[in-house]
């Protein structure tokens, strides 16, 4: 367990974008592990096995999320920044976060990943993290493939205009 | 876009390093394994003592929709109220504090369905139920035995609550996976 809670904590926390949340499915990931505990001691592949699960939970978790809070979940998304907005455009630089350490440039990240719209997040950690290909991704999210593809591309595009502002915040401290 | 500098976000995306896990999540498993555990033993001595009418163990205080709580015919209940709405036999419930639930076969059955984080909160006053979302402090909270008195107009609940809950409260402290105290577990969760 302790070889892969980082992993699974990290999966899930990215994807929810709630670390009490990704808690939860860390543990149940767990659990569910001990349960097999058999077969995976052996297995070879027992890291990719934790992963899928951890993807799968969490997005299971998000989509029952999803149906019950539909209504608190637009009120949040209505939020002060509308990150699709096309009219934002910022100017980033390509020393994107180069004055930072590995540490807090990962705080950063995942700081930005936590603000970024749940439509943008999944399918832009599945690709990038998960090495998901695109149309993986379409089907287990239930979306078309141009969807997904707008749909990270948005999110890169927010989380470039979010790292910027964090960027200078920090360096202004 | 600006393309380059979106080259270089891919690139710190796919460096990135891993988060830590939060401390303790080891032990929260564990603990968890071992609740299921005994969980699993009180179920099967109560399922037992009730003549198999009573098939699991029920919590309340993430169980706001009530349909679960009927397919499940017992009997975590920790609030009088829902147990006069559920007509539940046994009105006796073991508790880990909030947000889980346990069926007969020691399944946490909270991740099974989307009520996981609802909560069903009783006021200050104790008349009113505030239906909303769970959000932190509500793991590793001790067991609790939540204890709910007869409800005028639930014969059942009247009729076989006395004695039964007396023997389930000492089966459950005898087991030594509880408290036993008076309120219900949403006191401590709140």
């Not at chain 1, 004055?99 to 603000?115: C, P, S, V």
């Not at chain 1, 997904?148 to 502002?165: E, F, H």
């Not at chain 2, 059955?109 to 984080?117: E, L, N, Q, V």
Request: hydrophobic letters at 40%; aromatic letters at 6%; a positive charge.
């Amino acid at each position: 367990m302790r070889a892969y809670q980082d992993m699974v904590f990290s999966t899930a926390a990215r994807l929810a974008g709630d670390d009490a949340q990704a808690e939860d499915v860390a543990q149940e990931v767990f659990l569910r592990a001990y349960e097999q505990f058999a077969q995976l001691r052996a297995s070879a592949t027992a890291g990719g096995w934790l992963k899928t699960v951890t993807t799968n939970l969490t997005l299971n978790y998000l989509t029952r999320r999803r149906r019950r809070w539909r209504l608190f979940s637009e009120m949040a998304e209505d939020g002060i920044l509308d990150l699709e907005s096309p009219g934002i455009e910022w100017e980033v630089q390509d020393t994107l976060l180069t004055n930072f350490g590995a540490e807090q440039r990962r705080r950063l990240i995942d700081e930005a990943l936590r603000h970024l719209p749940q439509h943008q997040r999944l399918p832009l950690v599945l690709y990038h993290f998960d090495d998901m290909p695109y149309q993986d991704i379409a089907v287990k999210l239930g979306v078309s493939l141009a969807k997904v593809k707008t749909d990270i591309r948005r999110g890169r595009a927010a989380l470039l205009s979010l790292l910027r502002i964090s960027g200078l915040r920090r360096e202004s401290l | 876009m600006n393309e380059q500098a979106d080259r270089t976000l891919r690139q710190l995306l796919r460096n990135l390093p891993e988060r830590p896990a939060p401390a303790g999540l080891e032990s929260r498993v564990l603990q968890q394994l071992e609740r299921r555990r005994g969980h699993c033993m009180v179920a099967a001595r109560i399922r037992a003592l009730a003549g198999g009418r009573a098939r699991g163990l029920h919590h309340d205080v993430c169980r706001a929709d009530w349909r679960v709580a009927t397919r499940h015919p017992v009997v975590h209940v920790g609030d009088r109220r829902m147990a006069a709405s559920l007509r539940l036999g046994a009105v006796v419930g073991l508790s880990r504090g909030g947000g889980y639930c346990f069926d007969h076969r020691g399944i946490d059955t909270d991740r099974a369905h989307p009520s996981a984080k609802l909560a069903l909160r009783p006021s200050s006053d104790g008349r009113r139920a505030i239906r909303g979302p769970i959000r932190t402090g509500y793991r590793c909270v001790p067991h609790a035995v939540s204890f709910a008195t007869p409800t005028p107009g639930n014969s059942m609940t009247m009729r076989t609550l006395p004695g039964l809950s007396a023997v389930l409260l000492l089966l459950v402290a005898a087991a030594g996976h509880a408290d036993i105290g008076p309120s219900t577990s949403a006191d401590r969760v709140f």
